[in-house]
């Protein structure tokens, strides 16, 4: 796969590759990709891939090409309730689940081209250690406390319920399914006493409530540094920056981080006696932290190297998260971070909104929407990148069906720049046998060979602008003007008629239409990688830096395996979309 630099794509738990990671990148600003962790019980399906996967990857690839230092980190959650659900569901360890799921999310990036430099686990010592570590350092610097709280409890069962086995009506909204940590109808977090009528998710039953002693976090003392820290931020997308400013100026309240389980991160104390362990909210995010180091480790060969992301004031962090992990990620974490001391905070935290499928989010719980491995049977992986970042949800819930799919990759992606670069190649290699021609350059030629070329350039310009605000589909449609500009260059001047009668004429459209490609190619190769791939085969030229290269005359361009893409039947996805 295409990769800018000494970077490779890295998709194992723990890899031991010897291969450069991204501390070898020579210069530029290191620039942390930190990327939601996904719960490791179902395969993802698209909502998840345009809500945070593929920004991520379209970000963090322009980032290299453009020279940063990128280190791009997540892993599988390994502690989330819904693991421990389903696993009592199917009568199996919750291990089991994590083991079946892990290896598919692996797989999916890899076809899929999600670059991560380390997708690891929580279920490392690794992450265990780290979590400890930040747990220790914030116990010692006053901000975890212990006190007796109230916990819900079911008689039917006998055991204490985890936030996630509470569910009932949000306060808020009326949502009637919302969860005791979160509702997902409107976002708001919660704590399972708020909801109205709560019930057992194990059993039904009505909850009791027990007192039970627990370690908290304790973010009433975090909330002034906080609230001016966001007051600072700027260029943040309206609805984080006003949803996280309205959390804290609403008050914070102190939240418990352990619960009443045998299955998460253990406490490095035993102060509160058996059975407890740090809850997956608190340690989750630790994972970005614990991945970096995990990275610097076992992939750089340098333990201390995760430092350059994490105490550098010349860094930069971006988290992509879905909307319903902002407080966590604008709050909770940067108030973990503040307290720590010496760390990093966010530069941006450019989350999305949903995708709807119908009018209804895209859920793996509620089966809407199908699986990545679904669609890729069908589509080619730059097909569904193309799709999806059409219509990432930047600022609001973005709609998607499967004919919108196949009508972007056949109408836009296929239409404009695949039929341009297979239409240029084939004339080319009609007319020229396949040799670019020896012709003056663009600049050289002049009028609308020299304009052309320009508009290229500022396209490209343009594109790269956008991608640094994480402005993903506007430059993503910057880069495809460009290639409209192109094709009607070719349509003034009719190369496959002027060859009959002034063959230079036709030399000279054809040769400047290849340097347009090559830079075009440039400005989508982050959303675009596996075409991209066969495109520098063909030009000769790297398409890993963020710069449009001239690819020399006398260049034999092959192109005997045909089109970029493949053009889909109006019925390719026509099957009944999936229950569970």
């Not at 709280?149 to 808020?172: E, I, K, M």
């Not at 389980?261 to 104390?269: A, N």
């Not at 320009?454 to 605000?469: I, P, S």
């Not at 230079?504 to 400047?512: F, H, I, M, V």
């Amino acid at each position: 796969m295409l990769l800018p630099g000494n970077v490779k794509h890295v998709t194992a738990q723990i890899n031991s590759s010897s291969s450069p990671g991204a501390g070898d990148v020579p210069g530029g600003r290191p620039t942390l990709v930190a990327v939601a962790w996904p719960y490791a019980n179902g395969a993802p399906h698209l909502g998840h891939i345009a809500g945070a996967y593929l920004p991520a990857d379209i970000f963090a690839r322009y980032q290299r090409m453009a020279g940063r230092r990128v280190l791009m980190v997540s892993g599988s959650d390994a502690h989330g309730t819904p693991i421990t659900v389903r696993a009592e569901e199917e009568g199996i360890t919750p291990q089991q689940v994590v083991d079946r799921y892990h290896p598919i999310f692996l797989d999916i990036w890899e076809r899929l081209g999600i670059s991560f430099d380390l997708f690891t686990s929580t279920r490392t010592d690794n992450h265990t250690a780290v979590t400890q570590d930040v747990f220790t350092r914030l116990r010692a610097a006053g901000y975890i406390s212990v006190q007796e709280t109230t916990q819900f409890y079911d008689p039917q069962a006998g055991r204490f319920l985890p936030d996630r086995y509470v569910v009932g009506t949000c306060p808020h909204c009326a949502y009637p399914s919302a969860r005791g940590d979160q509702c997902e109808n409107c976002g708001r977090t919660l704590d399972p006493d708020q909801l109205i009528e709560p019930r057992s998710k194990m059993t039904g039953a009505v909850p009791e409530q027990r007192r039970t002693s627990h370690f908290f976090l304790d973010l009433s003392k975090l909330e002034e540094p906080l609230l001016a820290w966001l007051e600072t931020r700027t260029g943040w997308r309206r609805h984080v920056i006003n949803w996280s400013l309205q959390f804290v100026k609403d008050g914070l309240h102190d939240r418990a981080i352990t619960r009443d389980l045998d299955w998460g991160v253990p406490l490095p104390t035993d102060e509160l006696g058996p059975g407890k362990r740090i809850y997956v909210w608190f340690e989750a995010v630790i994972g970005y932290l614990s991945a970096s180091k995990e990275w610097a480790a076992t992939i750089a060969g340098a333990p201390e190297a995760w430092r350059d992301w994490w105490e550098n004031p010349d860094a930069a962090a971006y988290y992509f998260v879905g909307k319903d992990n902002i407080p966590f990620h604008t709050v909770i974490w940067p108030a973990m971070l503040l307290g720590y001391g010496g760390l990093d905070l966010p530069t941006d935290v450019p989350a999305n909104q949903y995708v709807t499928f119908g009018g209804a989010k895209a859920s793996k719980s509620a089966g809407i929407g199908r699986s990545v491995p679904e669609y890729l049977e069908v589509l080619q992986p730059d097909a569904l990148r193309y799709a999806l970042a059409t219509v990432l949800p930047e600022q609001n819930d973005t709609e998607i069906s499967d004919g919108d799919i196949i009508r972007r990759v056949n109408d836009e992606l296929i239409a404009n720049w695949g039929n341009l670069v297979n239409r240029v190649m084939a004339q080319i290699n009609k007319f020229f046998d396949g040799v670019l021609p020896d012709v003056p350059s663009p600049e050289e030629l002049g009028g609308s060979h020299a304009e052309l070329l320009a508009k290229v350039d500022e396209g490209l310009a343009r594109t790269a602008e956008l991608l640094e605000k994480v402005e993903l589909r506007a430059a993503l449609r910057a880069a495809m003007e460009a290639s409209g500009e192109v094709n009607q260059y070719l349509y003034r001047e009719e190369p496959w008629k002027t060859v009959k009668v002034d063959r230079d004429a036709a030399a000279r459209s054809l040769a400047t239409s290849i340097q347009a490609i090559a830079g075009i190619a440039v400005a989508l190769a982050p959303f675009l990688p596996f075409s991209t791939e066969r495109l520098q085969d063909v030009l000769g030229v790297d398409l890993t830096v963020w710069r449009r290269q001239e690819v020399p005359a006398g260049r034999r361009l092959d192109w005997s395996a045909g089109g970029l893409f493949i053009k889909l039947d109006p019925k390719a996805l026509d099957r009944p979309e999936p229950t569970a």
